[in-house]
Structures are given as C-alpha cells and as structure tokens.
Nanobody, 124 residues
Framework: VQLQASGGGLVQAGGSLRLSCAAS????????MGWFRQAPGKDREFVAG????????YYADSAKDRFTISRDIAKNTIYLQMNSLKPEDTAVYYC??????????????????WGQGTQVTVSS
C-alpha cells in the first residue's frame, strides 16, 4: 500500500485547508485510515480517523467541531477539511492506513502504512 498526501500550505489563523490522501496498491488490506500530526519537538498525535464509511469516524478533542474527515471509497482517497485553523495546528500532517483491527485506533502503532507528510503552517 502506498499513500500520497497533498494539500498542505500556509494559511492565516481562522482560515481553512483541505488535505487529501490517495491510497494505491493492495488497498484491500486497509480497514481504517487516519491523519496524524507532529509539531517540532512534540510527539506524533492522532487527529482523526475513519473506517469503511463516512459515518464511522473519530476525532481527537483538538479537532472536534473544526475538522472533518471523509472518505471516497471509489477513489481510495480520504480528505481532512480543516476550518478555523489555529497557530497550534501548525505541524507536519501524516496520512496513515492500517488493519485488521476493529474500530479506529488512535495509536500510530496500529497503522502499518504511512504517507510522506505534508506541512501545514498557520500564522497568527
């Protein structure tokens, strides 16, 4: 499985960005997908995850009410719509996928496949 993330950039506080992540290869191995982020000097943290349908998603508290994760099964692509961005959202965002566990894990250890990361910078 290969993951290709895109959509990062520089935005002012209060602005929006949409990240995309396209999966290719043996995508039948994928049970869930998600986004993590890592800021300089900090641990990688879970942002949002999604299962086989858009009704099956989970968010970190920091992302609730501002971010929306969605999945286009036909395109093997997930999206992260980020609104009301804050400077503390600045990080490298990583797309991840994994399986075959039930649910949507929040720990990066249960995601076997990773994209290359895309930088999101929010200026104040």
């Amino acid at each position: 499985v290969q993951l290709q993330a895109s959509g990062g950039g520089l935005v002012q506080a209060g602005g929006s960005l949409r990240l995309s992540c396209a999966a290719s290869g043996q995508t039948f191995n994928i049970y869930y997908m998600g986004w993590f982020r890592q800021a300089p000097g900090k641990d990688r943290e879970f942002v949002a995850g999604i299962g086989s349908s858009n009704d099956n998603s989970y968010y970190a508290d920091s992302a609730k009410d501002r971010f929306t994760i969605s999945r286009d099964i036909a395109k093997n692509t997930i999206y992260l719509q980020m609104n009301s961005l804050k400077p503390e959202d600045t990080a490298v965002y990583y797309c991840a996928a994994g399986g075959p566990y039930i649910g949507i894990p929040m720990t990066f250890k249960l995601y076997q496949y990773w994209g290359q990361g895309t930088q999101v910078t929010v200026s104040s």
